[in-house]
């Protein structure tokens, strides 16, 4: 059974730091291209970054640098680090994982949740 969990999120200061981990069990994530997605309360889910199974990143326009996205082959788990945050980065982040060559093969986690407030 293919398995996503997500964790680290809770509250945060604006211009703080946050780490949050996407762990996976029942695929290898080093074979899957995975995503962060983040929803706030009344506001369309949002791509906000992205790691491909050859180890390339993307991100949003709007962040400018404040996050970034890596994998541990090791751990089986990819995380997002979240620099200098700030109240509207206030969401339900989730992790994406799917197969590039196999668009079936496509993976949610339940969400943690972050929140940045003073």
């Known amino acids: 059974q293919v398995q996503l969990v997500e964790s680290g999120g809770g509250l945060v200061q604006p211009g703080g730091s946050l780490r949050l981990s996407c762990a996976a069990s029942?695929?290898?994530?080093?074979?899957?291209?995975t995503d962060w997605y983040r929803q706030a309360p009344g506001k369309e889910r949002e791509l906000v970054a992205g790691?491909?199974?050859?180890?390339?990143?993307k991100y949003m326009d709007s962040l400018k640098g404040r996050f970034t996205i890596s994998r541990d082959n090791a751990k089986n788990t990819v995380y997002l680090q979240m620099s200098s945050v700030k109240p509207e980065d206030t969401a339900i982040y989730y992790c994406?994982?799917?197969?590039?060559?196999?668009?079936?093969?496509?993976?949610w986690g339940q969400g943690t949740r972050v929140t940045v407030s003073s």
């Open positions: 994406n994982s799917h197969s590039p060559g196999v668009p079936q093969f496509n993976f």
């Open positions: 790691i491909t199974q050859r180890g390339g990143t």
């Open positions: 029942g695929i290898i994530l080093s074979a899957y291209d």
